[in-house]
Every structure is written in C-alpha cells, then in structure tokens.
C-alpha cells in the first residue's frame, strides 16, 4: 500500500508511442480506481485498442486471483 502506480514499458515502438500507451495503461488503472500497481507492458506494435484490453483483462484476472 502507498507505492503507486508503476507502469514499465518494453516496446519497440516507444520511442514514438510510448506516452500513449502510458497514458491508456493509467485511463484504464484510473476506470478500476485503483492506486498501488505495478504494470509490465511488452509490446511488439499493437494498436491502442488491443493494449487498452490487455491491461484491461490483466487487471480483471488479477483481482480475480487476489480479492
């Protein structure tokens, strides 16, 4: 509790959208309301959608397995 939000990203598009996929990582941590996360993204080129529902369900099998 009191860590935060950490997000670390591996992709090979970071350098052009690696702020976008932050950002859709924490609007979708943010719809959870949730404030102590740790979120490891590695990404080949994926379209915002597609990240937007893997972190999604990653978030939703996690609460899943620690309610």
Partial sequence: AGSGIEIEIESSVKPLFGEQIRASALAIVADYGLTDLKI????????????????????????????
């Fill in 40 to 67: 490891a993204i590695r990404d080949q080129g994926a379209l915002d959608y597609a990240i937007r529902a893997r972190v999604q369900a990653a978030i939703a099998r996690a609460m899943k397995e620690n309610p």
